[in-house]
């Protein structure tokens, strides 16, 4: 599903290089559910950009489905991202100035599809994360936990096939925080359409949580971008 094959990033110009990673190897299977875990500055969130095509590595390469993102144009991977991967945030990312149910559906639209159409699968995933009762309401008027609820809603519309998680429960407090894991490891469970049919879809998550981390069924620990 996913493949990071000796993988290095290094930020900076030259005489300025900051490696945040360093021949990682990892091979992501279809139902895993993986936590990534390490102190701050160790490359985590690097990972899960490389892992998504939001920044491509300096060395090695990134298998996702198959396709290595070093050899796709950014229009390839702005459509790959859009239909192939979920992203959740720390901060939950929502637009302000649009609802709950608009925020869910609004990667659908995005993608060309009609808000009309979308509007029974946006109220479907709002009733999954239990937030049935808030599809009006406009992210200010949520909690932090309702509010990274809609987030993961509206990550899961195009039914991806791998989601990224980075820092989901960071800003949560621990109650809140497990209910994300828990709707988090029931997601991870769905099967979404891929290229060879209905698979298992893979989800890793960043977390300095042990307790979240411990109920991920792998833990890949990074220390200096080195998978320790
Ligand atoms: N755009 C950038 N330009 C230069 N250096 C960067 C950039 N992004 C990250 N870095 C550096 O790369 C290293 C890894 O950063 P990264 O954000 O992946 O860490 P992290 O493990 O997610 O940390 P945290 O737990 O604090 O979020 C850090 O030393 C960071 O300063
Ligand atoms: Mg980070």
Redesign the pocket.
Known sequence: MLLLRHVSKV??ETGHE?P?LRHVDLQVEPGDFIAIT?P????????LHLACGLDLPTDGEVFINGRSTTALTDDQLTTMRRHEIGLVFQSFNLIPTLTALENIVLPATLGGRSFASQIDQGRKLLGCVGLENREAHYPDQLSGGEAQRVAIARSLIMNPLILLAD?PTGNLDSESGMAIMDLLLEFGNVEADSPRGKVKRSTLI?T?DEGIANRARRRVR?KD?IVV
């Open positions: 930020y900076g900051v945040a390490g701050s500055g160790c490359g985590k969130s690097t990972l820092e960043v300095h990074l971008g």
